[in-house]
């Protein structure tokens, strides 16, 4: 009895530090076929916008340009495309209502055909502008913004993966502590020098999302004390 006691004491407590992750993002992996969760923005003037690709297609849908296989993607994925130049948006809102660790995880790609960045904002009319870049906005902030204010955090350029047509999806991973409050995720791409292509996946916010490493011990721990009591019972039995 009191071996079971302890097996099922150190399995509940280590349940209690991961049974309480939550993903605030919605639809993050975009297997809804539509953009629920997510606002789509155009500057207005432009070319293009965020698509929805299925992996299955042999081409993205304006610029037939190609793309990688993700291993850890399902069946959609979004990806800016154009025919000419422009700048895109994709954003989404959560909330946290006190404060809170949050981790913050993406697989991107960004094939950028012009063969070299230029970091000149969120306006496709300021000229070069070649980049992407994904961040976290306060609340409420215009999603072409580029106010300093505005931005709480950048987890991803100004930039690209370089001038190669195809670059393979990379997954990104950022821990941050956040006040209470409303956030924007944000992932944006201006382009007026040749065809840039920022493919987005598999986007998650979570708070508790990992076990901390002195979770992992304690569960190793209690079952070595229940391994090590069993064998003693058995050399008592024996003897």
Do not use: C
Request: no cysteine; hydrophobic share 45%; glycine share 12%.
């Amino acid at each position: 009895m009191r071996l079971h006691s302890i097996a099922l004491a150190t399995v509940a407590l280590f349940s209690a530090t991961t049974a309480n992750a939550v993903d605030l993002i919605l639809n993050g992996g975009f297997e809804t076929g539509d953009y629920t969760g997510w606002s789509v923005a155009d500057e207005s003037g432009g070319s293009g916008s965020f698509f929805l690709v299925d992996y299955s297609a042999s081409a993205l849908p304006q610029s037939g340009g190609s793309f990688a296989a993700n291993a850890l993607g399902g069946q959609f994925f979004a990806v800016t495309d154009q025919g000419g130049p422009g700048s895109h948006s994709l954003t989404q809102t959560f909330t946290l209502a006190s404060a809170a660790t949050v981790t913050i995880k993406f697989d991107l790609f960004a094939n950028n055909y012009a063969g070299a960045d230029f970091a000149n904002g969120r306006d496709f009319n300021t000229s070069p502008n070649q980049n992407a870049v994904v961040d976290l906005l306060v609340g409420g902030a215009d999603p072409f913004t580029e106010a300093a204010l505005d931005i709480v955090s950048t987890f991803y350029g100004p930039g690209s993966d370089g001038p190669s047509p195809v670059y393979p999806w990379v997954s990104y991973s950022s821990t941050l502590g956040l006040a209470a409050g409303t956030y924007q995720l944000r992932f944006a791409e201006t382009d007026n020098q040749l065809f840039f292509n920022l493919g987005v996946d598999n986007v998650s916010v979570t708070i508790g999302a990992v076990p901390e490493p002195a979770s992992w011990a304690l569960l190793i721990a209690g079952f070595g004390l229940v391994g090590g009591a069993l064998r003693r019972r058995r050399g008592l039995a024996v003897a």
